[in-house]
């Protein structure tokens, strides 16, 4: 069984900025919160969870024809935020203030495939990339609204089904494959 989700990853470029907010609110916020590695910090699109190696091919070459008509797309990354809220924060995140509409189509377009193929059906999407998650609330923590949160903007042009690998050190994450969008017609 391989431990599955598909996800958009970022250029070094956002993951540093995105470290680099890490490492502010690190020093800045008094609650105990494990931190996303930044190199494998990614947007999930869907979970999958524990799925038969055999299944995989087909999940594949089925998420692959449908985003056929899935052309390349841009994404801006900023802002940060918490879920729930601030006040009682679970994760720490940072938001799309563009091409969330983009993402929302695509993780439909792979929610069919998925629940055709049996999965269960997932929460709500809301598209952000999570930073870290709260293990214990330490006081009050507000985020600084003077941590820089404009991240960058992307063309989104893959997505990548990753295997996740639990480890005493945190997951790790290794591309198990890239499905590229559309070219766009010319």
Known sequence: MWRLF??????????ERL????EDL?????????WVNPAQ?????RFLGETPEHRVEGLVSATTEALVDVVPFDVEVSDLGAFPDFR???VLWA??????AALSRVHDRIEG???????????????HVTLGRVKRLQGRGEIPSDIPSDFGRCRITELVLHRSTLTPT??????????PLASPSP
Not at 95 to 100: C, D, K, P, Q, R
């Open 6 to 15: 598909f996800a958009i990853d970022f250029p070094p470029r956002i993951r």
């Open 88 to 90: 009682r924060p679970r």
């Open 26 to 34: 690190r020093r800045r916020l008094p609650h105990k919160i494990r």
């Open 170 to 179: 945190g997951p790790e994450y290794t591309p198990v494959a890239r499905i």
């Open 19 to 22: 470290a680099q907010a890490q």
């Open 95 to 100: 938001g799309i203030s563009e091409g969330a």
């Open 113 to 127: 495939v998925v629940r055709a193929a049996g999965w269960p059906p997932e929460k709500p999407f809301s598209p």
């Open 41 to 45: 910090i990614h947007l999930t699109l």
